[in-house]
């Protein structure tokens, strides 16, 4: 499957074997919706709830690090993930979490294929695209996790990186929190970026209609911020959810030599000894 599936595409395919829907809708803290509860309300017809801010490693104090291999094989399988399964991911959500468990999947090995459903929940509703409710009893699967090498990064590795390594950093998180105008949700954090980091909001990457922008009109975005498609690419963000968002950008135009920095600015803000930069890239 290609990185982005279309809702008149997943409409054809309800039913068929070896599908898996996932919802991995997720809400920032101090959000009062509940995706848990607005999945049992509505979701797309043969979709299991990922649950995907409990898909992490819950003994690391960054929030939402990635989890073991064990955890992740575990988690898929209770949700009836089979080795050879297509996977799509949707969200209904406004930090367009669905690209972190796309990431997630793909960085796991996970089924044969994962795709992100362009659009998600919001527009195939907007389609008049049938839902159903409740809950379903979903046969275990056996779904293998291994997390890869070499797509993860750490604080380390920016710190070297910033050394005079070779990739670009590109941080997801909106202008002004990015420049420091704006203070940071979690209490304690500093404000600002990694210096010399680029920026482009996750919020840019979308049409109207909650669909991904494309080709040129995607470029420009990352051109515009002053972005090498030459050189390497790190993506980072609050606390590496929307940071998935301008991998997946990234990968849409061909480039693929972009990883993640898991613990992004959750990571890097808290800690008193990184250099920090404030003010525009």
């Not at 997720?26 to 409990?54: K, N, S, Y």
């Not at 907007?126 to 056996?142: F, H, L, M, V």
């Not at 972005?227 to 998935?244: H, K, L, M, N, Q």
Request: aromatic share 6%.
């Amino acid at each position: 499957m290609d990185i982005l599936v279309s809702t008149q595409w997943l409409a054809g395919e309800l039913g068929k074997g070896g599908l898996r829907i996932l919802d991995a809708s997720l809400f920032l803290p101090g959000d009062p919706r509940d995706a848990r509860a607005e999945f049992e309300q509505a979701h797309i017809p043969g979709a299991v709830f990922l649950d995907l801010p409990t898909l992490c490693d819950a003994d690391d104090p960054r929030p939402g690090m990635l989890p073991s291999d064990d955890f992740m094989t575990e988690r898929c399988r209770a949700l009836g993930i089979g080795s050879d399964d297509r996977i799509v991911v949707y969200d209904n959500s406004p930090t367009h979490s669905a690209a972190r468990a796309w990431w997630m999947m793909r960085l796991y090995g996970v089924g044969a294929s994962a795709a992100i459903l362009d659009g998600g929940l919001s527009k195939w509703v907007a389609e008049g695209r049938p839902t159903e409710s409740g809950w379903a009893t979903i046969p275990r699967g056996n779904a293998i996790a291994r997390r890869a090498e070499g797509q993860v990064h750490t604080k380390d590795d920016l710190l070297a990186n910033l050394r005079g390594g070779p990739a670009q950093v590109i941080d997801a998180r909106s202008a002004a929190r990015f420049s420091g105008e704006d203070k940071e949700p979690r209490p304690g954090m500093a404000s600002g970026h990694i210096p010399g980091s680029r920026n482009i909001p996750s919020s840019t990457l979308f049409l109207p209609d909650n669909s991904m922008k494309t080709g040129k009109e995607l470029r420009r975005l990352f051109q515009d911020a002053g972005v090498d498609f030459d050189r390497p690419v790190i993506t980072s963000c609050g606390s590496g959810v929307t940071a998935a968002i301008l991998l997946a950008g990234l990968e849409l135009l061909g480039k693929t030599d972009v990883s993640l920095y898991d613990g992004s600015w959750s990571e890097w803000g808290m800690d008193p000894d990184t250099p920090k930069a404030v003010g525009p890239a």
